[in-house]
Structure formats: C-alpha cells, structure tokens
C-alpha cells in the first residue's frame, strides 16, 4: 500500500522519518512531497534524509504567486500513486489538495511543533482557514478543511505524549530522540536558542530583542553557542560563536552532550526547549521579554502543564548592559 508523506519543514522530516521506520515500511511504500518557501542547507539536510526512505520525492520550492504555486502543486500530487496520507500542516494548501484529489483512503496525522500544543496557534482553532483563503482555494477545487482533517485522521503521531493536542485525541507517542551519551569530562557550555524573531514578536521589536541577547551572550562565563532558527536572524556578537549547520537545534545538542557535562539551554521557552526538557544534561533557562505575541506566553503554559521547570528565568528588560 503506497504511503504519500506531506512535510514542509526539518523537524516534519524528523518525525516523518520515525513514522515509516516504526511501521517498517519500505521506500517502495513511500513516496515523499516536501514543499518549502525556503531553500538552505538546513531544509537540503532533512529532505535529502528523508528522500533516501522513499522510492520517489520531489522538493517543491513555493514561490507564493497565485494560483501558479497551487496548480502546479496539484499536477505534481495528481501524479502520484498513494492510498495512505501523512501530513503535519493542517491548514497548508498542499495538504488540502493532496486530500482533494480523492485518491487516498486513510489519513494520519503528525506533530508540527508546539504550534499542536499551544491555545492560541492556527491549529487550535476550529477551521483554521481565513474566509479569504477558503474562497479561493474553494474555486480551485479544495473540499477539505481544517475541520474535516481531523474528523477524518485515524491517528495522530506526537512527540509530546500527555498533553492535549489542538488536532487529535487519537495520539500515538513517537520519539525523534536517540539516546544521549554525556560527556564524562566536567564542564558546561550554554546555548542560546534563535527564533523567527519577527513573528515572536514583531518587525519593530527585532533590533531591540536582539541586542539584549548580544548583551545576555556577553554575561555568560564559559563556551557560548548560538543556534540560529532555520528561518530566523542572525546574532553579531565577539561573546559567542554561532554555529552553522546542515542539523536542526536538537541533533546539534545531543552532539554538545557528548562534548561537555550539561548544557544550559537560553530561550523564550521553545519547542527545542520543550523537545529537550527531560533529557540528562539539559537546564532551560527561559527568556521573556516585552512585546512578545500571545503564542511565545502561551508557551510558558504550556511547560507547566508539561511539569517542565526551568533552572532560571531571566526577564530580559531589566538585564543590566
């Protein structure tokens, strides 16, 4: 039975990835589109993983020009052969028309990051469309909705087991994580995780955020790391070293633990700092800071209720220069 995997991000493939090797399926079984409006290493890294596990994938680069990017889309899908869906974005066009075309008769569902576990993301809400977006994708042929998606998926694959997931109640627990060996020397290093600084918390707040975090890097004793967010900015600071990998936050980690003690991990309680919490070796220390979206506090919830808590929380605005 042919399995049609639909990811648009690394961690996507990650759990993708986990899902065929769970269900031993074999790359004759799977088929792969990976859509992304993105191209860089780190995207390259995780779709070249992933296509090695199936027997035919195509990377679709978006460009957004409408309806060009969706009819091409549909042609793609149209051509292939599949009768199961796997499928992380809900509300994503593509997973839309996948499911429009018909030709599928079970349906899956994964995790795409915390945006599962937070009240205010675009999965929670009940249609998850804008009425814009409904309409136009109405008169190209769309008869799926955010809705139907979760009537219809049969099961959904979480990372995050005990928690209430914003698509389904049918969980079934999946790890990404293998599992660490540390570091027998002594020592610590600290990590400071990068985020889409402008959809955290603003265009007018992105200089500013920045900044302090080049003011906290500067504070830290010891080796500091930068991790930058596939799709976020970079951090221009002599007190730390930004590391530039093909490797999404997580599997760089696991490669410091076996290199140093424990890590202490800075962020504005991310889904790496969430993904990690309960790993040996790890101390979260969240960041908060003015004018953050409702998402990022939502976060904070979310770690209580997950029994996450950190080593330290620092409140970014009264950080001393």
Do not use: W
């Amino acid at each position: 039975m042919k399995n049609l995997f639909i990811c648009g991000t690394p961690l996507q493939s990650l759990i993708a990835s986990r899902i065929i090797e769970l269900n031993n399926l074999t790359s004759n079984d799977c088929t792969l589109f990976f859509y992304s409006a993105v191209k860089n290493r780190k995207y390259d890294h995780y779709y070249r993983l992933l296509s090695k596990q199936c027997a035919h994938s195509v990377f679709y680069y978006c460009d957004f020009k409408f309806p060009g990017y969706i009819t091409n889309a549909k042609k793609i899908l149209s051509e292939m052969d599949y009768m199961t869906v796997y499928l992380a974005s809900v509300n994503s066009v593509f997973s839309l028309a996948a499911l429009s075309l018909r030709k599928h008769r079970f349906l899956y569902t994964f995790d795409d990051g915390t945006a599962n576990l937070s009240p205010s993301s675009s999965y929670a809400k009940t249609y998850g469309l804008s009425l814009k977006k409904y309409l136009a994708l109405k008169l190209l042929g769309n008869t799926y909705s955010v809705q139907k998606i979760r009537q219809e998926s049969q099961g959904h694959y979480t990372i995050y087991p005990g928690l209430t997931n914003n698509i389904s109640s049918k969980l079934i627990p999946i790890s990404i994580f293998q599992t660490v060996q540390n570091a027998s020397a002594a020592g610590k290093c600290a990590v400071i995780l990068g985020t889409v600084f402008q959809e955290a918390f603003g265009a007018d707040f992105v200089a500013d955020v920045t900044q302090k975090l080049e003011t906290l890097s500067a504070k830290l004793a010891g080796d500091v790391f930068y991790i930058p967010h596939p799709r976020g900015e970079v951090l221009r600071a002599q007190s730390l070293e930004t590391i530039d990998s093909e490797k999404i936050a997580e599997d760089i980690i696991f490669n410091l633990l076996a290199k140093y003690e424990s890590v202490d991990l800075y962020g504005f309680c991310s889904s790496v700092q969430i993904n990690l919490a309960h790993v040996a070796g790890i101390n979260n220390v969240f960041l908060t800071m003015s004018g953050a979206k409702p998402h990022v506090g939502d976060m904070f919830d979310v770690a209580t209720k997950a029994g996450i808590s950190p080593k330290l929380v620092i409140d970014l605005d009264i950080l001393p220069r």
